[in-house]
């Protein structure tokens, strides 16, 4: 061992050495590639010849000069010069040396080196525990033999790439994938495969900038290659490569989905690389993904539907063809298209049911049943190959074929029955739903604990909290002895949004003991606010949004219990407030070096480790972090949830704020007026206060004048009777809405008096705000007027009377800019000037009430306005954004959470003296028109305030016999600086 250790060494030397080949050395340095060819030292000779493939060309070229007087002395050295050929052919994609050794009579056959070289590329035979581990998706067995094997060729590399980031050390794989790529060679034939590792480890880390720059070389490579694996590759590479967001197009993504899915090979494959059906089958599942969210939006009886659901079914099929159980020679590409599979197909069951199309998603859950037969099958004919039982059996690091990626597929399955069963029962589950929830349950937990052997912790327990789930919302009782082992983990593994969500249940349980549950939902605010200022962006906010609000509510709500209004007020906007936190650059830093060391620690944990220095320095930056978010809300005006005394100086004189919090017994109702603040407490749970609201707007739209009064009524007496007196005084009425609150028409609300029905908005303005430092809009007078409007109607062609409306709107203003059908592109809204003092959109607004950030509204040629695009418009100057579409106000999944609808996005883009307005149910054409033309007619003709301008159009259509019902004048909501 000595020996060949030294002889590596001299031949690294040598080979490095720039003249070593045109001197007699060379003869030295043949013979000892000939004694490394006869040890079967071939890693080494690879490893050297790869890395330094000028020398080697050199001392061949020199060789067969030298040679060229002496045959007899060249005939001798053929071993040498044909594994040097042999490897320059198969390594570095090099053919002519071999060629020349052809022609002089001189190539002779090297089985051994090429064989070992083939099993190299395809990580065949002679690595069959390495490659078996892989292929099953045993990632901690493929880690530790790849320590063990220590080689340094790149495919190893690649090899240790592929299982840190298919194990979910994301980050881990990227900084290898880096330092990898810079070791390759241009010319080595690994290189395309490392960069593909890069890209699908950027993908994971949400690296954009890195999938970019790479993509477009990729691109080109793969067209000079042919063959199906090729295919896959450019069928994988395209798929990454295609543009998303909200300028696709329905029509556009089909037409890329036909032209990118021909590329994907029809018939079985052979002989891919670990990895590379994984990531083909995680571009299908992108795919599927994008089709499944456009198909969210559309009636499920038309024929755009029909459409994209057979796109869906045809992406399956291709997927499954490569999972039959025929073809001897592509068992190991089938068992991970077979996970692929899998996992796609329960991706559209997942979406079905989030959708609340529950029976087919049962009907499609059934039907895929057989995949968990299929896998038995594969594991079995894979038991029987001379590879797996080698791999089986193989020294101290044997394969569990088991354990990993077979297990973690069949323990989805099983958990998505029980979300399936989860979401059909409601609040109300029969005793064979509670059975059929424990029996999956309890397949997925056995399941997941022979996963998380292969595969390690990945940044989710999912089957814990499903379980955790199920025993909170049926047995809270029993949740305990649950939730505290998962809140470790949660812990030790650095998973933010688990151990939120975690916290917040072992709170919840201990709701008769706020002593304990007051730390467990402070720890866990503190943790849900690094998570969101580390990112700053929309992605990590949505994902936290509804735990911020269950956090923020719960401590209002033990404020209550425990005498505190004042306290509870503070709460209640301090939960609102988070987004805010998320503007402040030095917090962002903060909490991005807390995320930093937290993945480090990660890491550590993965592998056993333990690093006191690292968790001393997490714990010290934590603190840091959260004593910082402490001081921006003391000292920051635009952070700082407003304290009820500077809160109450803003308030003009006459001005009513009413915010009511449902609690699961009681609702109370917070109203606070410049002299007065009063906290009542009304027998009203929070499940029917929601029944409510919604029994009161389905009467609204229904027409039913007399069921409509007497829901307005019920709720006028349970909500505002409270405050009566403060009503009897007020000259506005301002709304802090919680929950479904948001979708109830405040202005609506009334009580019969003198034999009449009276409504609120016959006595005052009513207007709606997020959270107390909104108000700070009042501390500054509002900007002089300009007049300009930009107005957009009917960009699709099926709103006739919203083209009518905006133009007769634009009519109203000079300068105005008006832009209809085909010309009302999102272009025309993100060149505006910034002076624009009115935006109108009067077209179809679709909200995804399952994704609210996939909402948006309809513009011409297909294209789509979204939240991500909406943010980004010049509206620093904008006095009102009126939003005459559909439902453009109406989250019904996520009620109250900031930006979760059109309305709030475009309010995010303002100023604080930017209003909105926007609908809460289907609006009728004409009505509409007539509200819009009558409240900008009082804004520009009779000067008046935003709010009376709105609340006298609204009085208009209610003094009309036409349009005197709610749902005709009732619709639209005013959010923002009413004045």
């Known amino acids: 061992m000595k020996h060949s250790r030294w002889l590596a060494l001299a031949l690294t030397v040598r080979l490095l050495l720039p003249a070593a080949a045109e001197t007699d050395d060379f003869k030295v340095i043949l013979w000892r590639v000939n004694q490394m060819v006869q040890k079967q030292q071939y890693d080494q000779l690879v490893d050297l010849v790869v890395r330094n493939p000028a020398r080697a060309e050199s001392l061949f070229r020199t060789a067969l000069r030298q040679g060229a007087s002496r045959p007899q002395w060249l005939n001798t050295q053929k071993v040498a010069l044909n594994s040097l050929a042999t490897i320059f052919e198969k390594r570095l994609g090099r053919p002519e040396f071999s060629k020349q050794l052809q022609e002089m009579g001189l190539r002779t056959a090297d089985a051994p080196l090429s064989k070992y070289l083939q099993g190299v590329a395809s ?145 079985p494959l052979k002989g891919l690389k670990p990895g590379e059906a994984r990531w083909a089958c995680a571009a299908a599942r992108d795919w599927m993904g994008d089709l499944v969210g456009q198909a969210r939006s559309l009636d499920p009886k038309s024929t755009e539907y029909a459409e994209l659901l057979k796109l869906i079914e045809s992406d399956l099929q291709a997927l499954y063809r490569q999972v039959q159980p025929e073809g001897q020679g592509t068992r190991d590409v089938q068992v991970e298209f077979l996970f692929g599979t899998f996992d796609a197909s329960l991706d559209c069951m997942e979406a079905l049911i989030s959708a609340g199309r529950h029976s087919e998603a049962e009907q499609y859950l059934t039907s895929i049943g057989p995949f968990v037969g299929l896998a038995q099958i594969h594991v079995k004919r894979l038991q029987k190959t001379q590879q797996a039982r080698e791999a089986l059996t193989a020294g101290a690091t044997p394969v569990a074929i088991s354990e990993g990626e077979l297990s973690r597929a069949l323990a989805r399955f099983h958990q998505t029955w029980v979300r399936l069963l989860l979401a059909r029962a409601g609040d109300k589950p029969t005793a064979a739903d509670l059975e059929s929830m424990r029996k999956n349950l309890e397949k997925a937990t056995q399941l997941e604990e022979l996963a998380r052997r292969g595969i390690g912790f990945r940044g989710l327990e999912e089957v814990a909290f499903d379980k955790a789930e199920v025993l909170m919302r049926y047995t809270p009782q029993q949740a305990a002895e649950t939730l505290g082992p998962l809140a470790q983990k949660c812990k030790q593994f650095g998973y933010s949004p688990g151990l939120v969500q975690t916290l917040i249940w072992q709170a919840t349980l201990q709701h008769d003991h706020p002593e304990l549950a007051r730390p467990l939902l402070e720890q866990a605010r503190a943790t849900l606010e690094t998570g969101v200022v580390a990112d700053g962006g929309l992605a990590v906010r949505w994902r936290f949004r509804n735990s911020a609000v269950q956090i923020y509510e719960q401590l209002a709500l033990q404020a209550f219990g425990e005498g505190k209004p004042e306290q509870a007020f503070h709460n209640l906007n301090q939960g609102k407030q988070l987004e805010s936190l998320g503007q402040s650059e030095e917090l962002r830093k903060r909490a991005q070096q807390v995320a930093a060391l937290e993945q480090e620690m990660v890491q550590l944990n993965q592998h056993g480790g333990q690093d006191s220095a690292t968790q001393q320095q997490l714990a010290s930056s934590k603190e840091e972090f959260v004593a910082l978010a402490r001081r921006l809300r003391t000292n920051d005006s635009a952070i700082n949830p407003l304290d009820l005394t500077r809160f109450q100086t803003l308030l003009p004189g006459g001005t009513l704020v009413l915010q009511i919090l449902p609690g699961a017994q009681e609702t109370y109702v917070l109203s606070v007026t410049p002299q007065s603040f009063r906290a009542d407490k009304v027998k009203l749970k929070e499940s029917d206060l929601g029944k409510k609201v919604l029994r009161c707007r389905a009467s609204i739209q229904q027409l039913n004048q007399a069921t409509t009064e007497s829901a307005l009524e019920d709720l006028y007496h349970l909500l505002l009777a409270p405050v009566q007196k403060e009503l009897d005084e007020a000259k506005i009425m301002v709304v802090i809405p919680t929950g479904t609150l948001h979708y109830l028409p405040f202005q609506a609300l009334g009580r019969k008096q003198d034999g009449k029905f009276r409504y609120l908005i016959e006595r005052f303005p009513v207007v709606v705000l997020t959270k107390s430092s909104d108000f700070l809009c009042l501390s500054t007078p509002v900007p002089a007027t300009k007049g300009s409007m930009v107005a957009v109607g009917n960009p699709d062609g099926t709103l006739p009377g919203a083209e009518v409306e905006s133009r007769q709107v634009a009519a109203l203003f000079s300068p105005a800019q008006l832009y209809t059908g085909q010309a009302a592109l999102p272009e025309r809204l993100e060149s505006m ?67 979760t609808s059109l309305a709030e996005s475009f309010w995010a883009a303002g100023s604080v003296h930017t209003a909105c307005l926007c609908s809460l149910w289907d609006v009728a054409d004409e009505s509409t028109r007539l509200l819009m033309v009558s409240m900008y007619r009082g804004l520009r003709e009779k000067k008046l305030p935003l709010g009376e301008a709105f609340r006298q159009a609204q009085l208009q259509l209610l003094a009309s016999p036409q349009t005197s019902q709610p749902y005709h004048w009732a619709a639209f909501t005013l959010w923002g600086d009413w004045r």
């Open 833 to 899: 000037p910034p002076g624009v003092e009115f935006l109108h959109l009067a077209t179809h607004g679709v909200l995804n009430p399952y994704s609210p950030e996939s909402s948006y509204l309809v513009m011409a040629g297909g294209t789509r306005l979204g939240p991500q695009q909406i943010v980004r418009l010049p509206l620093s100057q904008t006095r009102l954004v009126t939003l005459s579409a559909c439902q453009t106000a109406l989250g019904e999944s996520s009620p109250g959470r900031e930006v």
């Open 123 to 267: 990580g065949g035979q002679d690595l069959g525990p390495l490659d078996l581990s892989l292929r099953v998706g045993n990632y901690r067995t493929a880690l530790r033999l790849l320590d063990q094997l220590q080689r340094q060729e790149s495919l190893f590399g690649v090899l240790r790439v592929v299982a840190l980031e298919s194990s979910g050390q994301v980050h881990r794989a990227l900084g290898e994938a880096q330092a990898l790529l810079q070791r390759v060679a241009p010319q080595d034939p690994q290189r395309s495969y490392a960069l593909m590792a890069l890209v699908a480890a950027a993908r994971a880390c949400q690296r954009s900038d890195l999938v970019k720059t790479q993509l477009s070389g990729l691109l080109q490579t793969s067209q000079a290659e042919a063959g199906d694996s090729a295919r896959l590759a450019r069928f994988t590479l395209e798929s990454w490569s295609r543009p998303t967001g909200e300028r696709v197009t329905r029509q556009n993504l089909v037409q890329a989905h036909r032209r990118v899915w021909e590329l994907f090979p029809a018939g």
